[in-house]
């Protein structure tokens, strides 16, 4: 049997606006065009992976609308197992997105579906969720859905959990129950009240992490690449990447955290900081294509070095 990801997480419909700018509060700008794709970050980061060639699977909840349903093809387009809960009279999690011309992005998300996750629909998949090789799971579901899937896994592999969106009140349990744990640099100011601003702040802010119970933590820095620390080793690791001009910025999170699961599960050989490396580059690649699933790379577009 193959390795295998699962993503325990969210599935969101995309509405995005294309502006020069992103707009001020109380201003009103006239953007360029407008979108209507699909996302969330549980599904994001199992698409990314599975378009490197993961055998995948997602445990999730949508609406009963056409969004929904149009979603179900897309995980059969890309060999996703889906355990999707339908949720009779309710909408599917939307997102609102602007995206500037520089490819800086603000997004307001509204659960939905995603908000009625229940964990008998989690104990359902309970068998797939152990057999996983890596379980990636994020805060855009119920805390407590979260915490039951992690339980259920602990102990049979490898659990990423991506801090997103950031909420102060992070459950204690949670830091003992994932091995893992990646957040962004705006994430990192919210959790930890540390503002980023130098190398002895990203130091501090992580220690407050691990701190907390962390087993190794992962800061993403956008177009600075990634650091990362661990209970074993506390002092600062930074990987660097290529400088681009992107486009869209919009899922590069989700880029990076399913190529991350992708060399953990895959290569599991190659050190932390080498998969690290390999899944900034990943990343780097996807902001220079508008959108979130169509901006992730394949692995035939990829160079095969990536994956030696």
């Known amino acids: 049997m193959p390795s295998k990801i699962v993503s325990v997480g969210s599935c969101m419909i995309d509405f995005t606006c294309f502006s020069p700018h992103l707009p001020k509060s109380g201003e009103t700008i006239i953007g360029n065009r407008y979108e209507i794709k699909y996302g969330g970050k549980g599904a994001n980061q199992c698409i990314a992976a599975s378009k490197l060639g993961a055998a995948t699977a997602i445990v999730a909840s949508l609406g009963s609308d056409i ?9 059969k387009e890309n060999n996703i197992d889906a355990y999707v809960q339908i949720q009779p009279n309710h909408h599917s999690g939307i997102a609102h997105i602007t995206v500037a011309e520089n490819g800086e992005n603000s997004i307001v998300i509204v659960l939905g579906s995603n908000a009625l996750m229940t964990i008998n629909h989690v104990d359902s998949a309970a068998n797939e969720i152990k057999n996983a090789a890596v379980l ?45 744990f990646c957040v962004n640099e705006t994430e990192t100011e919210v959790i930890t009240g540390v503002q980023l601003q130098g190398s002895s702040s990203i130091q501090q802010a992580i220690v407050k992490l691990l701190d907390k119970g962390c087993n190794t933590v992962i800061i993403t820095l956008g177009e600075q690449g990634a650091v990362y620390a661990s209970q074993e080793d506390r002092t600062i690791k930074k990987v660097g990447t290529t400088r681009v001009q992107p486009v869209d910025t919009t899922g590069a999170g989700d880029a990076f955290l399913g190529a991350f699961a992708y060399f953990k599960a895959y290569h ?27 901006s992730f790379p394949n692995r035939s577009s990829l160079s095969p070095d990536l994956f030696a």
């Not at 969004?67 to 995980?75: A, D, H, R």
């Open 67 to 75: 969004y929904g349903q149009e979603y179900l093809k897309i995980f």
């Open 136 to 180: 990636l799971c994020q805060f855009e579901i119920p805390l407590e859905i979260t915490l039951h899937a992690l339980k259920i896994f602990k102990g049979h592999g490898l659990s990423i959990v991506n801090g997103a969106p950031a909420t102060k009140d992070v459950h204690p349990d949670l830091w003992k129950l994932c091995d893992i």
């Open 268 to 294: 599991p050989t190659l050190s932390m900081g080498e998969c690290v490396r390999r899944a900034c580059v990943v990343a780097t690649e996807s902001v220079l294509k508008f959108g979130t699933h169509a």
